[in-house]
């Protein structure tokens, strides 16, 4: 089994947020739901996985584990008032639980926080994403038909086609009451 360790972000982690947003989704800027925010600039969680192997001998690390240690995995939150939206959630791992340990790192500190609703907009070509959200408890709210018309003006990046060779159309919202 990897182990590896879930954090809140800090502020020495916003530029490597801003390169890996950069890489991953073409932008810092996210676009939901008409608005944007910059994700970079947002909290939220990040995966690492230790520097060292997680059975090696002591005394053998050079005692700059954080420094070396590598990002796996980040998930960003837009706060309201009673609600937060999670905004990004990428795992540079498959089928090792890095996403869901994100997730689960989100709504422990947001009953914590009082938060009553976390929800989230994926696109109707997501199909990977909409299977793992419902899978977590997450419910389909509400189709934004044609939403991504007026995100593309915002951020002119979305492409026209995405996943699966499916149109990117339509924004879908999940929720999940906590």
Known sequence: MTE???RPLERSDREWVAHFLDERWGTTQIVS???SVYGHLLPGFMAERPANAPDADEGEGEGDEAASAENIGLVTVHIGD????????????????????????VEN?????????????????????????????YELVMVHRNAIAEARRI????????LNGITIRDEIELEKKI
């Open 109 to 137: 500190w947001a009953r914590e926080a009082g938060i009553e609703r976390l929800w989230l907009v994926t696109t109707n070509d997501n199909l990977a994403a909409l299977k793992f959200w419902q899978r977590r408890g």
């Open 82 to 105: 009673k609600e937060c939206e999670i905004t990004t959630l990428n795992s540079l791992t498959e089928s090792e639980g890095v996403g869901s340990a994100l997730v689960e790192a």
């Open 155 to 162: 951020k002119p990046q979305i492409p026209i086609t995405g």
């Open 33 to 35: 739901r008409g608005k």
């Open 4 to 6: 590896y360790n879930i």
